[in-house]
């Protein structure tokens, strides 16, 4: 083939990435299970009855008093990891199993029954040098019949247990996909159920009290792998596929050039994280991420769109218009097809070693190389900005990056309920969060709940974070006093209420604006549903404070406070407790069932049952 100059060096620069691409994959995924596609015995040892049946890992097959382990049989890195795997487990009865990280060598197994082949019994030890992450079946200790937990140097995995909800149930048969994240202090878990997508999470670590992997197991390198086991009762326990690469945390950026800009929304402001707008295509919902283009050349097509931080591809998802290619003219063949009823068009989600997720919408295209599994670092290309959307690669609005910070890789909202890039109430509450708290981190410092009020003349902003240069998310009026548990300089953090789950956000301090008051009395929300105590219009059960649901066409999201959370007591009346709202497009259920034309109340009324 014949290039012209320019040609050549266009086809070398792509060739120079590619290669790129390739290297920080292949360096990542040297010497770490790749079992993606499925099982092989390669790699792995095999210990207690352990077996490859076909391309299932099975740990127990059914029978009784199974005490089983597989292990990847070379040392890896284990400072910082993402581990991915399915699993289904089949006439689930007992015990369990875990994904276990210790030092002693690929041969370690512990005892059967309810120490799931990791923790001991009588005349067995369990794995020193070593931690554990389980997924149990039965009840031996009170940890129940549904549960996780996390496990150190081979301790019987029992108690302390925590319950697995969120509609996710070990004893349903269905196959689940586990992701794992650690980042050197916190190791997050999610169960997603890959039938239903009910999905459960959890952590374990903090920054006030970090998880030291390596200083528990002994060192950097570990084994890594699964135990499992049965006793009286029985399992087939099979791991489907599973992929482990160590990917080292590094701050999070901006995915575009900086200085930024902010595309517009149709109400005019910069369509920002959280951003409500009657007109289309928001239509009184709540936008999920920040609308947003380099500075220069501004929002336009073709600007570079770069990972936010290090991590792995979950989703590459590309439109189905025929005119759609990668980013160099060739066909996206084989990429997963985000089809037209998704208005995020060409999109690339990301997992990151902290836990969270970054979602890269509305691209014109993706970077060539760029798929599932890639291991990424922080500033690799993965595409270019676009307008794609709704199935269409060049859609009229303005390009721009749709960036979103996520619990989970999905395309919509984390909690499974139908939303995608707006939802009906504050997005924090769906399994969103602000980019700039990770691009901009801070580190709160507890404080006894306390109430502050607004002592300003005027109105002002809660953020989601102690700076104005955060999101804005709601307002509070002069008189108004709300619950701090939390400081960050002058700032406090305040409960705030939400229809799907208990938020926060901040709000500065001062003595000519906002100011403690200890004389206040405060309602500690305890005992109600999980699902959150109901805000009524008024002292009364028959008319409930709701929001308007653009995307499904309906008023059925009620405003909701939260179990721990705390309110200002303005008073009870026939057995219900009055107290502030922050700004809000709630309204009261007698009302007809529409977009609002305006803020909410500035109170509202819960059950003094599960109010003390």
């Given at each position: ?282 239509f009184g919902q709540y ?240 005992g109600a549903s999980t ?48 107290f502030y709202l922050p ?30």
């Amino acid at each position: 083939m014949v290039c012209s100059n320019s040609a050549g060096r266009v086809m070398k620069k792509l060739l120079l990435s590619l290669l790129v691409l390739f290297l920080s994959s292949l360096s990542a995924f040297a010497h770490a299970p790749n079992y993606g596609s499925g099982f092989t015995s390669t790699g792995l040892t095999l210990n207690g009855g352990a077996t490859i049946s076909g391309t299932r890992l099975r740990l127990t097959d059914g029978g009784t008093t199974e005490g089983r382990s597989a292990f990847f049989s070379t040392l890896v890195n284990v400072q910082w990891f993402i581990t991915d795997f399915k699993f289904e487990l089949t006439n689930a009865s007992a015990d369990g199993f875990t994904f276990a990280i210790q030092g002693i060598g690929p041969t370690a197994l512990g005892a059967p029954g309810g120490a799931l082949g990791y923790g001991p019994t009588t005349g067995i030890n369990g794995i020193g040098n070593s931690v554990a992450v389980k997924f149990d079946l039965y009840n031996n200790a009170g940890e129940g019949t549904n549960s996780t937990g996390q496990y150190a140097d081979g301790a019987i995995p029992t108690i302390p247990a925590t319950t697995i909800s969120g509609g996710v149930s070990l004893h349903s048969g269905h196959v689940m996909s586990a992701h794992l994240a650690y980042d050197g202090t916190t190791l997050t878990l999610i169960i997603t159920d890959t039938s239903t997508k009910a999905s459960f999470s959890t952590t374990w670590g903090s920054t006030a009290s970090p998880l030291n992997i390596p200083g528990t197991v002994g060192g950097n390198s570990a084994y890594v792998g699964f135990t499992a086991g049965t006793g009286g009762e029985t399992a087939t326990q099979d791991i489907l596929t599973w992929t482990y690469n160590p990917v080292q945390p590094t701050a999070f950026t901006w995915p575009v050039s900086t200085p930024i800009t902010y595309a517009p929304s149709n109400c005019g402001p910069a369509n920002d994280y959280s951003f409500y707008c009657a007109e289309t295509p928001i239509f009184g919902q709540y936008h999920t991420g920040i609308d947003v283009c380099p500075e220069s050349p501004g929002c336009a097509i073709g600007n570079p769109v770069s990972a936010s931080s290090s991590g792995i591809v979950e989703l590459a998802l590309v439109v189905s218009d025929k005119t759609q290619t990668l980013c160099n003219g060739t066909s996206p063949t084989g990429y997963q097809i985000n089809p037209s009823s998704s208005n995020l068009g060409n999109l690339i989600v990301i997992a990151h070693p902290n836990g969270k997720f970054t979602l890269y919408g509305h691209l014109d295209c993706i970077w060539p190389g760029v798929v599932p599994g890639l291991v990424v670092a922080a500033g690799t290309r993965i595409g270019n900005m676009g307008h794609s959307g709704d199935g269409d690669r060049d859609r009229t609005f303005v390009p721009h990056t749709h960036f979103e910070m996520k619990d989970r890789a999905v395309t919509g909202d984390s909690t499974n309920e139908g939303y995608s890039g707006y939802t009906s109430d504050l997005p924090d509450g769906y399994g969103y969060q602000d980019a700039r708290i990770y691009i901009n981190p801070f580190l709160p410092s507890p404080l006894t709940p306390i109430a502050v009020k607004v002592v300003a003349a005027s109105s002002q902003t809660v953020f989601t974070g102690p700076k104005t240069s955060f999101a804005s998310l709601a307002t509070v009026a002069p008189g108004q006093e709300f619950v701090a548990f939390a400081t960050s300089g002058s700032w406090y953090q305040i409960y705030l209420p939400n229809d799907n789950a208990p938020i926060s956000g901040w709000i500065a301090g001062g003595s000519t604006t906002v100011t403690t008051d200890p004389a206040a009395t405060q309602l500690l929300v305890s005992g109600a549903s999980t699902s959150g105590l109901t805000i009524q219009a008024g002292p009364s059960s028959s008319t409930n404070l709701i929001s308007w649901n653009q995307t499904f066409g309906n008023c059925t999201p009620k405003a909701k406070i939260w179990n721990g959370q705390r309110y200002v007591s303005l008073g009870s009346q026939n057995g219900f407790n009055e107290f502030y709202l922050p700004s809000n497009h709630y309204f009261s259920s007698a009302n007809s069932c529409a977009e609002p034309s305006g803020h909410g109340p500035s109170t509202g009324w819960s059950n003094s049952t599960f109010l003390h």
